[in-house]
């Protein structure tokens, strides 16, 4: 049943590149009151729990650690960083207090970077429109059929974050999205 | 043949510079690019382009699009062939070709018209009648063969399918001019408007007349952003305002293998604009499907669109002013207008045909010529029964009035209305987010529509009240559109052969409800689905029964508005993406190591690593004997994991397990069953405490996401207070599980702390530790029966792990293990596999876990169920063990126990079976009747006839006192 | 397809949800008759117009909430807490 | 019977150019009172008023119909026959249906055509292989004709499918029922009808039931859009539509309605030549005698009371269809509908009294009602003429839902029925 599956990491086509994100390491923040341990988790990293659909990013690409945090749910907030340092530190941060749990998704959650003028059309290939996020905001909905946390990453650059055993389903449906789209492209 | 091609100018869609030559019934024949495959037949001449549906007769082409009943051909291209094609909507491309449908040897010679004469004998359900005796087998596969349209084919399809979802404002249904009209308007509005339009270029009708007002439309619309889709076909209107509609890419790749072929558009639109226009309704007159016999509005079309002669000298059977514009229109053409024979009377008869014959008053009696029109006669209205006057002609067309395409309207359900002057149903208000423009809302006045149309487009977009249509434009036309008393064959539905005197007789035998009409004589179920049939059908229903139309009633439209493929809307969920699937982490490692992989529910995963003289049975054979006797490696990552936090978390787990989890200690483990509200097995699994607040929850790997939802809706829905939270972690943590004798002397050496050594760590124990600098998370429990150890890893170092056990089990003689060994490992243990040795009716009970239940505080889920009557009867089948009397004979799986010989009352089944190899003899499980009572007994086993003698014993062969789960 | 107003994730596509039935039913006691754990098991109003029912936002936040909805025309009229009960 | 329908009467029907044709049934108007009413004018309350003049001699008989008869969920299925359940108390009683229905034509003298070209059950995995052993052998314990079939069959019997092992939903062999197929739904309900009427049985279309007359518990007449009826006994067979009426009663039922879809294709010459159901995908489908593929799948998983089905849901059926036949892709869909359908917890019918004296039901068969019309009718024909449960209806009475007894059949076999 082993198919010769795709090895490769980066797709372009229609002029939308789509990219895996190597280093990304995704953390789960749970609660029962984001209030509760607002404070704990702003003072462990520098950042509160963002509102409900938004996605905040602290500190610049390339500077020293820099994260971002996106809603999930009502009682769960994504932490996402390039290396495990920020979610080390929350961690620390964190201790043993009752108001909130964290959980390493790392490995299990994969990172795609959907970049381009045409990076929304291909979105809308994969899902409902309803379910497509504006810049700073995070949506998790149906993509490719299987869920898929969309959060609007950069004025034309989305960065979609999908469990890992769905990973190569939903690029298998980007890659042959992204090849029709240089088809129609050539002609 | 006497269709032919006219010089220029006409032809305002072609392109005399592009000639495509394709294959019509395998002669090459030539077009223009911008002709469909039916004004090219038409102009090469050709008139006889397929035969009906029941009665083979000969039939040409006969409209110009969606309504079209007779030129239906099937598409061939090598192996790949598309049935079912209408000619009429099909753009003519490089290398098209096509087949005449439903005929056989072909569409000149087809033996199936022998049909036709028994004509008399196969009115409407005549099959309901007969063939009953001696049965309806006998007759059958003749019918079954003789129906049919096209023929499919059995390979693969190639081609792709996308689907593409976006919002507007405002859609609009329909590129005429009152579509364009309403999509300028909106946009300019300010409204994200979206205008689909079926044809490969928007202007409808008076675009292809090279009208000025729609060249300027089309510039605004341009320039006010409207989102123009071309060849796209508007087909349903569903819930909540969805717009779904297919745009076909074929015509733009033509001859390409492997290309998308067709884009589903879902529209989520605030409003929907209706502007499909009207279909034309014919006359009916006895002989009116022959080739030859078309709409009137078609001829125009193919004339003035694609140069399009269809004869040379036409009569016009009218019921409609319409007849006397194609009249003029014609004429101006080149083609002779013979006369218009109009069955209204001279005061309904709005329009004036200059130097054009009018019979008022008039209808046609008989068509004559059979493969082709060469004249017909005609008679006054009030003397069907007179010799009449015979006129030559080489086509005949009808001109009956029009019926609005209220397909959308309706589908939104929207009211219709029956319009008593111009004989047709018009919608009744606007649908619910849905609105009605130009011909489709009954408005046939150009100016009257372009207004309304713009006014509606304004409004909608600007959320104003939108004005009622204008209707009204189209003149009288009477409901009937044929002249009584004139006998002989007069079809109704085209393509289905259903006549007139089908519906006398539905009406005489009490189908009489619209819907039994259609079932019982077909008409309308063709696969134009009635465009041109549903008016005339209703009128004439009405007129047998002392109906008026509207009384009949009007069939509810459903979507699809035309035929979809089904490859469009599937999109791209073929092959693997269908279903996502699921690979393990280190799938590599395990195909290096001579993997067979099969599915399991959605994984693909290792059933055994068969070496190459080896079967996947006797690898199995071997991987669970090395267990037993050495070591094994087994890839667990499936296995679903849960992480379970909060102060509440142990109260929470006592009420979803049948055990009591609030009494483990940290670093404990303990089995448990999952039980659904019924009291029914759902699943089962390992809970590990690893802190007071802190659980490690193991399930089966088919039943994590079920499991994790039934947590989910419990706590959120039935114990809101319970502070508890859930997180699925599967997907974070490999799995690595090390079994056998020799599991600790093969896990010593890679470099784990040796408190993990049995000695220390129990059996159903859970620890932490770290490997190669990533934390594992270690659990004792066993599914072999032999001494194990589950080694949760980060999953990107699955394989890393795999690496490093394998390098330390090879040597003493261990083998990776695939899921077959493993289901012969837990056979002979005797340990269930929920979903194998349960279904959906098992108890805790009837696997024997019903003591101690009693003593349980908590009202665990589906507890109540477990004490109705049918839970406590003694009766119910109990999980026993089967080993066959012979000691040799394998017993199948399924296989059924009784004593009596079949038929007779079952007292059970085999659910697992294997030969155990470390017993040399079969093990089987099976659910059996009063099974805790019969240890001993021999019970007959019945498999497909054969019967197996076979003794019930307890359930765990191999070590049932457990000594090596300790090692 | 329908339009579900999540709660949290605001409106989405039918085919993100999973429907759970219907909403506030009571849960017997363990010392329930056998009738009344029946009646909660298996008997519905089911019926044809207004219909209070439970709705789990499956592929989005993952929460349940409360949704009354016609079953004849699918309109949705009404979307609330799942811990809140409404008067009747 | 005063016309009888044959070969012989089609030809002197046509020279005389078919315009003596009598009605297949009689409308009547009401009758102030009826021994016995029967809501609902689908097939099995067509059936049951059938066989209450047949099987009991009681005549005096009204079927009440909302609007045309056949026009429920009679109309509106995917047409199959069958009986391979695996209990023995479905298995006797949808084989009862099955053999009623293979002499149906006869006994009606219309035809039904009935088409026993077999239904396939595929087996996706050789864990389905082997459930299905189970449910093939608890089958021949029931004397019922089932038999295993290996790929080289299927391939015949079903040209298109999908057998490579490199299939997404791998097709590794199946069960079938060779007296399985289809019969010609309206057929079903106007050949009943037809029936009935010429035993003096009383066809009301256009009569929607409003209400039902009581007097000390016990039901004594409707209350209707005609008027009021009066009747001694009263029937439901009202399918989806049962809840609704059990509710102008005064009780509730075990039930919720889902809309179940079904669609058609454009029709081709034939490919198939039988009946395929893939419990891996949920859909199944069969060629009509017109050539089109006759495909039905999941419910709608939400109530509904809408005869149209969710899109999201014909999609997915599709994706099934292909999945198994990947050359289906360039068919095209005609039509699609849904039926609203009675679903039950262990998807096993209730036929037998109420809480409401001398009020019966006959529902509850959710997704499988076309196959039980013949048995369905039967069964509510004997409890509304004797006033006891006939046995082979005695199983699947209310008071399952109390006990726990129940007769789950998709649970047992992990298959929608």
């Given at each position: 049943m082993v198919d010769a599956h795709d090895t490769a990491e980066r797709w372009i086509g229609g002029g939308v590149t789509a990219e895996r994100d190597r280093t990304i390491q995704v953390a789960s923040l749970r609660y029962f009151d984001a209030a509760q341990c607002a404070a704990r988790i702003a003072s462990a990293l520098g950042g509160a729990p963002p509102a409900a659909g938004r996605l905040e990013r602290h500190g610049l690409p390339g500077s020293a650690?820099?994260?971002?945090?996106?809603?999930?749910?009502?009682?769960?907030?994504?932490?996402?960083?390039?290396?495990p340092a920020p979610i080390d530190a929350l961690r620390r941060g964190l201790g043993t207090t009752e108001a909130a749990w964290l959980v390493d998704l790392s490995g299990g959650v994969l990172g795609i970077h959907l970049a381009g003028t045409r990076a929304l059309a291909v979105l809308r290939r994969l899902g409902s429109s309803l379910s497509i996020p504006r810049l700073g905001e995070a949506r998790t909905g149906r993509f490719a059929d299987v869920t898929v946390t969309v959060a609007g990453w950069h004025a034309d650059e989305y960065l979609l974050l999908v469990e890992r055993v769905f990973y190569e389903h939903l690029v298998d449906w980007i890659r042959e999205t992204l090849a029709d789209l240089r088809l129609e492209d050539d002609r | 043949m006497s269709g032919f091609r006219l010089p220029e100018p006409h032809g305002t869609r072609i392109d005399r510079t592009r000639p495509i030559p394709f294959l019509f019934n395998g002669k090459v024949l030539a077009g223009f690019r911008g002709d469909t495959?039916?004004?090219?037949?038409?102009?090469?001449?050709?008139?006889?382009?397929?035969?009906?549906?029941?009665?083979?007769?000969?039939?040409?082409?006969?409209g110009c699009g969606f309504e079209e009943p007779n030129a239906i051909v099937d598409l061939v291209d090598g192996e790949r062939r598309t049935p079912d094609v209408r000619a009429t909507t099909l753009e003519l491309t490089e290398g098209l070709a096509a087949q005449s449908v439903n005929c056989w040897p072909s569409v000149g010679l087809d033996f199936g018209a022998v049909l036709g004469a028994f004509a008399p004998f196969l009115p409407a359900g005549f099959y309901y009648k007969t063939f009953m005796w001696p049965d309806w087998h006998w007759f059958e596969p003749a019918i079954r063969w003789m129906a049919g349209l096209g023929r499919t084919s059995l390979a693969p399809d190639r081609d792709r399918y996308e689907e593409i979802c976006v919002d507007a404002d405002v859609a609009v249904v329909g590129g005429g001019i009152a579509g364009l009209s309403a999509a300028v308007a909106a946009a300019e509005a300010g409204a994200a408007t979206t205008l689909l339009c079926a044809a490969p270029a928007a202007g409808g009708a008076l675009g292809w007349r090279g009208d000025a007002t729609v060249r300027a439309l089309l510039a605004k619309a341009g320039r006010a952003g409207v989102t123009l889709l071309t060849r796209t076909v508007a087909f349903g209107v569903y819930d909540h305002g969805l717009l779904c509609a297919t745009e076909s890419l074929a015509a733009a790749t033509p001859g390409t293998h492997g290309a998308l072929r067709e884009r589903l558009w879902k529209i989520r639109a605030r409003s929907i604009v209706s502007a499909q226009g009207a279909f034309e309704r014919p006359m009916l007159f006895p002989g009116n499907d022959r080739p030859g016999v078309m709409l009137a509005g078609a001829a125009e079309k193919y004339a003035h669109a694609h140069a399009t002669a269809c004869g040379r000298r036409a009569v016009i059977a009218a019921n409609a002013d319409s007849a006397y514009a194609v009249a003029r229109s014609l004429r101006a053409a080149g083609i002779e207008i013979v006369a218009v024979v109009d069955r209204r009377p001279p005061e309904?008869?709005?329009?004036?045909?200059?130097?054009?014959?009018?019979?008022?008053?008039?209808?046609?009696?008989?068509?004559?010529?059979?493969?082709?029109?060469?004249?017909?006669?005609?008679?006054?209205?009030?003397?069907?029964?007179?010799?009449g006057e015979r006129l030559d002609c080489d086509l005949i067309l009808s001109a009956g009035g029009f019926a609005p395409a209220v397909h959308l309207h309706s589908q939104a359900k929207g009211r219709l209305r029956w319009l008593e002057d111009a004989a047709m149903f018009v919608p009744d208000g606007a649908a619910p987010g849905l609105h009605s423009v130009g011909a489709c809302a009954g408005v046939f006045a150009r100016s009257a529509a372009l207004e309304h149309a713009a006014e509606v487009g304004r409004s909608l977009a600007l959320g104003f009240t939108v004005p009622p249509p204008p209707v009204g434009g189209a003149g009288r036309s009477l409901a009937s559109s044929r002249i009584p008393g004139v006998r002989g064959k007069i079809f109704l539905d085209l393509q289905n052969d259903v006549t007139v005197s089908d519906v006398s007789l539905a009406a005489a035998e009490n189908y009489r409800s619209v819907e039994h009409l259609k079932r019982y004589t077909t008409t309308g179920m063709a696969t134009d689905q009635g465009k041109t049939s549903n008016v005339n059908a209703l009128v004439l229903m009405g007129e047998a029964t002392q109906r008026a139309p509207a009384e009949v009633g009007t069939t509810t439209f459903r979507p699809p508005f035309a035929p979809v493929s089904f490859g469009a809307l599937v999109g791209r969920r073929v092959g693997n993406r269908y279903r996502p699937l699921k690979r393990l982490p280190a799938a590599g490692w395990h195909a290096e190591h001579g993997a067979l992989f099969e599915l399991f529910g959605n994984w693909s995963r290792p059933a055994g690593y068969p070496r190459?003289?080896?079967?996947?049975?006797?690898?199995?054979?071997?991987?669970?004997?090395?267990?037993?006797?050495?070591?094994?490696?087994?890839?667990?990552?499936p296995l679903g994991k849960i992480e379970i936090w909060g102060a509440d978390a142990a109260?929470?787990?006592?009420?979803?397990?049948?055990?009591?989890?609030?009494?483990?200690?940290?670093?404990?483990?303990?089995?448990?069953?999952?039980?659904?509200?019924?009291?029914?097995?759902?699943?089962?699994?390992?809970?590990?405490?690893?802190?007071?607040?802190?659980?490690?929850?193991?399930?089966?790997?088919?039943?994590?996401?079920?499991?994790?939802?039934?947590?989910?809706?419990?706590?959120?829905?039935?114990?809101?207070?319970?502070?508890?939270?859930?997180?699925?972690?599967?997907?974070?943590?490999?799995?690595?599980?090390?079994?056998?004798?020799?599991?600790?002397?093969?896990?010593?050496?890679?470099?784990?702390?040796?408190?993990f050594a049995p000695e220390t760590m129990q059996h159903m124990t859970i620890a932490d530790g770290e490997f190669d600098g990533s934390p594992v998370r270690i659990l004792r429990a066993s599914f072999t029966g032999e001494l194990s150890y589950e080694i949760n890893v980060p999953v990107e170092r699955t394989r890393d792990l795999l690496e490093r056990v394998w390098a330390a089990a090879a040597p003493l003689g261990g083998c990776p293990y695939g899921i077959e060994a493993l289901e012969i490992l837990r056979t002979e243990k005797g340990y269930l596999h929920v979903g194998v040795d349960t279904d959906g009716t098992t108890l805790p009970g009837d696997v024997g876990f019903a003591r101690g239940l009693e003593r349980k505080r908590a009202n665990f889920v589906g507890r109540r169920s477990l004490l109705r009557p049918a839970a406590r009867n003694p009766g119910r089948s109990r999980l026993v063990g089967l080993k066959p009397a012979d000691g040799r004979t394998r017993l199948p799986v399924g296989a059924q126990i009784a004593n009596a010989p079949p038929p007779t009352a079952t007292e059970g089944h085999v659910t697992s079976s294997h030969w155990s190899p470390t017993l040399r003899a079969p093990v089987a499980l099976a659910m059996l009747?009063?099974?805790?009572?019969?240890?001993?007994?021999?019970?007959?086993?019945?498999?497909?006839?054969?019967?197996?003698?076979?003794?019930?014993?307890?359930?765990?062969?191999?070590?049932?006192?457990?000594?090596?789960?300790?090692g | 397809m329908m339009k579900i107003p999540c709660p949290h994730c605001g409106v989405r596509d039918e085919n993100e949800f999973q429907c759970g039935g219907t909403a506030h039913l009571a849960r017997p006691a363990l010392d329930a008759s056998d009738r009344e754990w029946g009646e909660y098991l298996y008997f519905r109003d089911n019926p044809k117009g207004s219909h209070r029912e439970r709705w789990r936002h499956a592929y989005g936040c993952g929460r349940w909430f409360n949704v009354v909805r016609d079953t004849l025309t699918h309109e949705i009229s009404a979307v609330y807490p799942i811990t809140e009960t409404p008067a009747r | 019977?005063?016309?009888?329908?044959?070969?012989?009467?089609?030809?002197?029907?046509?020279?005389?150019?078919?315009?003596?044709?009598?009605?297949?049934?009689?409308?009547?108007?009401?009758?102030?009172?009826?021994?016995?009413?029967?809501?609902?004018?689908?097939?099995?309350?067509?059936?049951?008023?059938?066989?209450?003049?047949?099987?009991?001699?009681?005549?005096?008989?009204?079927?009440?119909?909302?609007?045309?008869?056949?026009?429920?969920?009679?109309?509106r299925n995917t047409t199959i026959i069958r009986s391979n359940y695996l209990y023995p108390e479905s298995a006797r009683l949808y084989d009862f249906s099955l053999r009623l229905y293979e002499k149906l034509s006869v006994e009606l003298n219309y035809n039904v055509m009935v088409s026993q070209r077999g239904l396939v059950m595929l087996a996706h995995s050789r864990h389905d292989l082997d459930a299905m052993s189970r449910w093939a052998n608890a089958m021949r314990m029931n004397g019922i004709d089932a038999e295993i079939i290996g790929r080289d069959e299927l391939a015949s019997l079903a040209p298109g499918l999908d057998l490579s092992p490199r299939a997404r939903i791998p097709v590794l062999g199946g069960f079938v029922q060779r007296r399985a197929g289809t019969a010609r739904h309206d057929a079903v309900a106007w050949g009943y009808a037809r029936a009935a009427s010429a035993l003096g049985v009383d066809i009301l279309q256009n009569c929607e039931v409003r209400g039902f007359l009581t007097k000390d518990g016990r039901v004594t007449g409707i209350e209707t859009s005609r008027g009021r009826i009066a009747a001694g006994r009263v029937g439901i067979a009202a399918a989806g539509h049962s809840s609704v009426l059990a509710a102008l009663a005064g009780f509730r039922l075990p039930v919720t309605s889902y809309a179940l879809q079904a669609l058609v294709s454009e029709p081709v010459k034939p490919v198939l030549d039988t009946v395929v159901l893939s419990p891996g995908t949920g859909a199944y489908l069969s060629q009509s005698d017109k050539g089109e593929l006759v495909i039905g799948a999941m419910l709608d998983l939400f109530p509904s009371y809408a005869q149209r089905g969710s899109f999201a849901i014909t999609q997915s059926i599709l994706a099934g269809v292909l999945a198994m036949f990947p050359a289906y892709a360039r068919l095209k869909m005609l039509r699609q509908w849904a039926g609203i359908v009675d679903v039950v917890h262990d998807s096993s019918p209730i036929i037998g009294p109420t809480p409401v004296a001398g009020l019966y039901i006959d529902c509850g068969w959710g997704t499988g009602g076309f196959k039980g019309i013949p048995v369905g009718g039967w069964t509510l024909a004997h409890v509304l003429a004797t006033g006891e449960n006939h046995p082979l209806a005695e199983p699947f009475q209310l008071d399952r839902f109390t006990t726990g007894r129940l007769v789950d059949e998709a649970a047992a076999s992990g298959i929608a029925h």
């Open positions: 650690e820099p994260f971002a945090m996106l809603w999930r749910s009502p009682s769960e907030t994504w932490v996402l960083a390039g290396s | 495959l039916a004004s090219a037949l038409l102009a090469n001449g050709v008139r006889l382009v397929g035969r009906s549906y029941k009665l083979h007769r000969a039939r040409g082409v006969f309904s008869i709005g329009a004036h045909a200059e130097g054009v014959r009018c019979l008022a008053h008039h209808g046609i009696r008989q068509v004559i010529g059979g493969r082709g029109v060469r004249g017909c006669v005609v008679v006054d209205a009030d003397a069907p029964g007179d010799r190459a003289d080896e079967s996947l049975e006797s690898a199995a054979q071997r991987e669970a004997e090395t267990v037993r006797g050495a070591v094994g490696v087994f890839d667990g990552s109260e929470f787990l006592d009420l979803m397990y049948v055990g009591t989890m609030s009494s483990l200690a940290p670093g404990q483990a303990r089995y448990g069953l999952l039980l659904n509200e019924h009291g029914v097995i759902v699943d089962d699994g390992v809970v590990a405490r690893l802190g007071t607040g802190h659980f490690w929850v193991n399930t089966t790997s088919a039943g994590v996401e079920r499991t994790a939802a039934a947590f989910e809706e419990w706590l959120q829905c039935e114990y809101p207070n319970l502070r508890a939270l859930v997180t699925p972690v599967t997907s974070r943590w490999g799995n690595v599980t090390v079994s056998g004798p020799k599991a600790w002397a093969t896990l010593a050496t890679i470099g784990l702390d040796r408190r009747a009063r099974g805790a009572e019969r240890l001993g007994e021999t019970v007959g086993v019945h498999h497909l006839g054969q019967r197996i003698d076979a003794i019930v014993v307890a359930t765990s062969w191999i070590d049932p006192e457990g000594k090596r789960l300790h | - | 019977m005063t016309h009888r329908y044959s070969a012989w009467s089609l030809l002197r029907g046509a020279f005389a150019r078919h315009a003596n044709w009598p009605a297949a049934w009689r409308d009547a108007s009401p009758k102030p009172a009826y021994d016995v009413i029967i809501v609902g004018g689908g097939g099995h309350g067509l059936a049951a008023a059938y066989y209450l003049a047949k099987n009991h001699g009681i005549t005096n008989v009204a079927v009440v119909e909302r609007g045309w008869i056949g026009g429920g969920n009679t109309g």
